[in-house]
């Protein structure tokens, strides 16, 4: 069983940028695509980003233009760079593998936590 660990969350004032990082303990091409997700309070874990192992992309219509979903795959690093951070962006970011559904595994780390506020 492959874990995650998501790092580099904190606060940030809106209109800032941050970089999250996961690390994965076995190899990325375990599956089809990686993913970021988020989860505010008293709402849904939603996606946010994705990238396939054959370079294809997907977005949350909400981050386009100001997330970027990067990975490394002989360090097994999974990256989501944060631009134009707002308020309604903070929640805690899980990363988490899918197969090519694009639905994740129902197994989730602690995620870490991205508070935006001025």
């Known amino acids: 069983q492959v874990q995650f660990v998501e790092s580099g969350g904190g606060l940030v004032q809106p209109g800032g940028s941050l970089m999250l990082s996961c690390a994965a303990s076995?190899?990325?091409?375990?599956?089809?695509?990686m993913v970021w997700y988020r989860q505010a309070p008293g709402k849904q874990r939603e996606l946010v980003a994705g990238?396939?192992?054959?370079?294809?992309?997907k977005y949350a219509d909400f981050v386009k233009g100001r997330f970027t979903i990067s990975r490394d795959i002989a360090k097994k690093m999974v990256y989501l760079q944060m631009n134009s951070l707002k308020p309604e962006d903070t929640a805690v970011y899980y990363c988490?593998?899918?197969?090519?559904?694009?639905?994740?595994?129902?197994?989730w780390g602690q995620g870490t936590q991205v508070t935006v506020s001025s």
């Open positions: 990238m396939a192992s054959g370079g294809f992309t």
């Open positions: 988490n593998g899918v197969g090519s559904s694009w639905l994740p595994r129902d197994y």
């Open positions: 076995g190899s990325l091409f375990s599956f089809y695509a």
